[in-house]
């Protein structure tokens, strides 16, 4: 990706992933973003339900999807992310 683009990154807030994880999930997107100097690399959005709530929760990534985020995982993604930035 070019570096004037930013990243798009989408919160699923379905009830389904908010319920399983994504209300903390958002947080620690945000949270990794200011800590790292991304946030203005980056466009947050939140979506409708994706309809796949039973692989929930979901976070998108400039298009690639990322089912049953957990914590740890979301971390390291963004941590990668911030790494390529």
């Known amino acids: 990706m070019p570096k004037d683009e930013k990243t ?19 947080a620690l997107i945000e949270e ?13 959005r939140g979506s409708r339900c994706e309809n796949k709530c039973a692989a929930g929760p979901h976070i998108r990534i400039n298009g690639a999807t990322y089912s049953q985020m957990r914590p740890e995982e ?12």
């Open 8 to 26: 798009i990154i989408t919160v699923c807030m379905g009830s389904s992933c908010f319920a399983r994880g994504n209300a903390e999930a958002l």
């Open 32 to 44: 990794t973003l200011q800590r790292t100097g991304a946030a203005d690399r980056v466009e947050l």
């Open 74 to 85: 979301l971390k390291a993604l963004l941590n990668r992310l911030a790494e390529e930035a």
